[in-house]
């Protein structure tokens, strides 16, 4: 099974959930897919969404699933990789109106620098990734390691920025 989420943000991730119903109305997708479609205004006619659950459900998800296909929120990728899933990051950008600013693609790069996920940027490369998931040969996140999380930390702690556009730092 497939389980998609495009996490809490009140932004819609219509361009993700769009893409998943065709490749599945195509065939191009013959597993199950479920979708947590959190504000999307679009809902797939191909396979099943929900909008949000309570988290044991959303975690029995997650559990059940082989490839999580997810934003890039650290909590949902860092999920992913505890229940060792193939995790398939879909940053939201900027230029469609899924965030107010790219830092998801920077995420992103933080953990495929570390070789611990698959990512697509353009999601007609969606289908493709999919396909090769299994093919991808990850490195384990260890868990007892804090390099992940002090990067990520570090990236957002240069990236807050005041009202006139220059980078501040966050107090820790």
């Not at 309570?54 to 990728?77: C, M, Q, V, W």
């Amino acid at each position: 099974m497939i389980f998609v989420t495009v996490g809490t943000q009140k932004f819609p991730f219509d361009r993700l959930l769009i893409e998943l119903d065709r490749l599945v109305h195509n065939q191009s997708i013959t597993d199950t897919v479920v979708a947590q479609r959190g504000y999307s205004t679009y809902i797939p006619k191909n396979y099943h969404s929900f909008d949000f659950l309570p988290a044991k459900e959303f975690a029995e998800y997650y559990d059940r699933s082989n490839i999580l296909i997810t934003h890039s929120g650290t909590s949902s990728i860092i999920e992913g990789l505890k229940r060792l899933k193939k995790v398939i990051v879909v940053p939201r950008q900027k230029k469609y109106g899924e965030h107010v600013d790219n830092h998801q693609l920077e995420i992103t790069n933080t953990f495929i620098e570390q070789n611990l996920v698959a990512a697509v940027i353009e999601i007609n490369h969606l289908g493709n990734t999919i396909r090769s998931i299994e093919n991808y040969s990850f490195v384990p996140y260890s868990f007892g390691s804090e390099t992940l999380v002090k990067s990520v930390a570090n990236y957002l702690s240069e990236i807050a920025m005041n009202n006139k556009g220059e980078l501040k730092r966050v107090q820790r």
